[in-house]
C-alpha cells in the first residue's frame, strides 16, 4: 500500500515537473519570437530618427525625436526640421541649412542637394528599439 502511494506521489511530482517545464519553454520562445518580430518590424521601417554613419567620411549623427541632431565627436549640436517628405530644415553653429534626405532599405541619403548627396548607414542596434 505504501510503495503504490509513494509512486502515485512520484508520478503526480514528476507530471508537475514537466508541466512547469512546458510553460516555461512556451514563454521563452514566446518572447524570443516577440524580439525577432520588433527587431525585424523595426528594420522595414526605418526612419530618420535613428543613428546613421557615414560612408565616406566615418562621421556618426543620431537624428532625436525632439528635433535635435547629436554630432558624435565634435562638441556642434544641431537641430531639424521635417518641411515635407524629403526636405529638412538644418541648423547646426548657428547656420541653417536647407537639406534633402532619403532613405532607401537601411541607407540614408543625405545632403544640400541631389547631386552631392553624401551616404549614411544605419547603425544597428537590436535592442535599442524594443520598447
Known amino acids: 500500500m505504501y510503495k503504490s502511494n ?23 520562445i514566446l518572447a524570443i519570437c516577440f524580439i525577432v518580430l520588433k527587431i525585424v ?3 522595414q521601417n526605418v526612419t530618420l530618427q535613428n543613428t546613421w554613419q557615414s560612408k565616406e567620411t566615418g562621421q556618426i549623427l543620431s537624428f532625436n525625436p525632439d528635433g535635435t541632431v547629436d554630432i558624435k ?3 556642434l549640436d ?6 515635407s517628405p524629403n ?3 538644418y541648423t547646426v553653429d548657428g ?21 552631392a548627396l553624401e551616404h549614411f ?3 544597428t542596434n537590436p535592442f535599442y528599439h524594443l520598447i
Open 41 to 43: 518590424y523595426n528594420h
Open 73 to 75: 565627436g565634435t562638441s
Open 6 to 28: 509513494s509512486r502515485l506521489i512520484r508520478k503526480k511530482q514528476n507530471t508537475s515537473k514537466k508541466k512547469a517545464f512546458v510553460i516555461i519553454g512556451l514563454c521563452l
Open 87 to 89: 526636405t529638412m530644415e
Open 95 to 115: 547656420k541653417t541649412f536647407l537639406m534633402t534626405y532619403y532613405i532607401v532599405d537601411t541607407t540614408l541619403y543625405w545632403g544640400v542637394n541631389n547631386m
Open 78 to 83: 544641431g537641430t531639424y526640421h521635417i518641411i
Open 121 to 123: 548607414q544605419l547603425i
